[in-house]
């Protein structure tokens, strides 16, 4: 089984930088994806950005500003963020995606607001 847990998450100025940490328990392995999704009121869960085997992967809206990477002997990702924007403001979902299998995993989420 695996557990995930966001940290990171405040309330920020419009072009102030966050960085959120996703600690992940359980097996884990290096072939799994991981990533960060978000969801802000009243829209649909979106892809931010993901990390496979060290090739990150990124939503048109946040390159060049967000970014991930792995700690693989942590088994924690990270998602820094800079130049936020009030449309940034969301939950953000860290995600574990094991491929053999197909199965998703989810954490509880940590809220990120950006003011104008």
């Known amino acids: 089984q695996v557990q995930l847990v966001e940290s990171g998450g405040g309330l920020v100025q419009a072009g102030g930088s966050l960085r959120l940490s996703c600690a992940a328990s359980?097996?884990?392995?290096?072939?799994?994806?991981m990533g960060w999704y978000r969801q802000a009121p009243g829209n649909q869960r979106e892809l931010v950005a993901r990390i496979y085997v060290g090739v990150p992967n990124y939503a048109d809206s946040v390159k060049g500003r967000f970014t991930i990477s792995r700690d693989n002997a942590k088994n924690t990702v990270y998602l820094q963020m800079n130049s936020l924007k009030p449309e940034d403001t969301a939950t953000y979902y860290c995600n574990l995606y094991r491929q053999r299998g197909g199965t998703n995993y989810w954490g509880k989420g940590t809220l990120v607001t950006v003011s104008s």
């Open positions: 359980g097996s884990i392995f290096s072939s799994d994806v």
